[in-house]
């Protein structure tokens, strides 16, 4: 018996009206990145573990997908070690390449070794693919889409206010409702520091970042099993609690990090992000989050989380500022800011809302249909004369019952199907069903149909 043919988990298929939409996605995205001045570039799917290992923290690495060596990998490694395999050690000798797990390490790694190459402040935008060996489930997925925009080359904030610009952009045009969450990873280091542990700061992050997918009170055990005082989590906690508007969580934090210098630097930037954005009307709600954290370990200023305000589906976009991450590649001292926006899940907010304008699923615009050969021969000058208009058209195939051809345009949603026996042919005339309306039109010539359609 043959294998039913099947795919990983958290990977999927896409038909032609879902690549429709997802290339609407794109082109919208694209279209806004260029409008700012980012330029596109792309990395390879595979990367050296050595580039992607210790840069998301403990629970990123355990997330992404090793490859294992090509050949007789396992001959060029000692008895002792696979007979007593120590898993973090074992992986290296038996893998030295993964798959991404992100597009902003591939970046760093791409900046350093094109630094000859690019001017500063380097403003790009790319989309492709990454993976992570996830758990599957409702807008997470092991192979997914990511539309980065980064700049690198600058600490000026106004590169913050820009992506904020760029995230309400994107988000009008696709009309989804949303709302920018913002915070600084100074400010929680403050807060760290307020509560004394600064020690634990990278787990307190971590557990932070799970607050909306666990709770204030799974949350408050992470942390206790990560070795944090009770007395400091009960502090943290009311902290994470403070509910006001923008200004009242800012005049609050200004007051509560007045002794951190971290803190208070931290708070300097908020407030001038939030001043400066004053300027602009932006139909994306802004607010001042103070359980964002973005556990990633090389965020080192402004973080950024964006969800979908009538859809359960997590953050659609995030990211961040970077101070040092092209360091670990040998360039110090080059900032950078990002965000990622997550093609799938908007994918899935949008169809679960029905967003997707009815245009955008619309791949050919024009049918004609195949009465015979005689009907086909007159037929092909008009078809690549509406191409050449710029117009989506095809004619049927082969002369196949009316039924079929109809069927065929309604599968695929073509508006107008033209009609052309032997009565039009003697006219010179056309006829156009258009399938929406469902009426019938005669035009006089292929050029009055152009301009008319």
């Excluded at 599957?136 to 904020?164: A, H, M, T």
Aim: overall charge neutral.
């Amino acid at each position: 018996m043959a294998q039913k043919p099947s795919i990983p988990k958290g990977t999927r298929d896409f038909s032609p009206t879902e690549m429709v939409r997802r290339n609407y996605i794109f082109d919208t995205i694209k279209t806004v990145f260029k409008l700012y001045g980012y330029q596109p570039i792309e990395t390879p799917s595979m990367e050296n573990l050595s580039t992607l290992m210790g840069k998301y923290g403990i629970e990123g690495d355990k997330l992404l997908f090793k490859i294992l060596n090509s050949g007789d990998y396992l001959s060029k490694i000692p008895g002792e070690k696979i007979q007593n395999p120590k898993i973090g050690e074992f992986t290296f000798l038996i893998a030295d390449k993964g798959l991404r797990y992100d597009l902003t390490v591939p970046f760093a790694r791409y900046v350093v070794q094109h630094r000859n190459e690019i001017t500063f402040p380097f403003k790009r935008y790319q989309i492709q693919p990454v993976w992570r060996a996830d758990r599957p489930q409702k807008g997470r997925y092991r192979e997914f889409f990511q539309c980065d925009v980064d700049v690198i080359g600058s600490n000026s904030l106004l590169n913050e206010v820009e992506l904020v610009q760029i995230m309400n952009a994107v988000f009008s045009k696709l009309n989804v409702s949303n709302t920018i969450k913002i915070n600084n990873r100074k400010v929680l280091f403050g807060i760290a520091e307020y509560i004394g542990e600064t020690e634990k700061f990278q787990s307190i992050t971590v557990a932070i970042d799970k607050l909306d997918k666990i709770g204030i009170e799974k949350v408050k055990e992470e942390l206790l099993d990560s070795g944090i005082r009770a007395d400091a989590i009960e502090k943290l906690a009311k902290v994470l609690n403070f509910e006001g508007n923008n200004e009242n969580k800012i005049y609050f934090l200004k007051g509560l990090l007045k002794g951190s210098e971290t803190g208070n630097k931290g708070m300097l930037e908020v407030e001038e992000v939030f001043t400066t954005l004053k300027n602009f009307d932006l139909q994306s709600q802004i607010q001042f989050d103070l359980t964002l954290a973005r556990g990633l370990n090389y965020y080192t200023g402004a973080i950024f989380e964006v969800s979908a305000n009538n859809v359960k589906i997590g953050s659609i976009c995030g990211g961040g500022r970077y101070d040092d991450l092209t360091g670990i590649f040998g360039l110090p001292d080059v900032s950078g800011v990002g965000v990622s926006f997550g093609a799938d899940r908007i994918y899935d907010v949008m169809l679960e809302l029905d967003l997707f304008p009815k245009d955008a699923e619309e791949t050919t615009k024009v049918l004609f249909v195949n009465f015979g050969e005689k009907e086909q021969n007159y037929c092909l000058p008009l078809v690549d004369k509406l191409r050449k208009s710029g117009i989506n058209a095809e004619l049927f195939p082969e002369p196949a019952k009316m039924k079929k051809q109809m069927t065929y345009a309604n599968n695929k949603n073509i508006p107008f199907v033209v009609l052309i026996g032997e009565n039009e042919m003697e006219q010179g005339i056309l006829t156009v069903k258009n399938m929406i309306a469902g009426d019938q039109t005669q035009f006089n010539s292929i050029e009055t149909l152009i301009s008319q359609i």
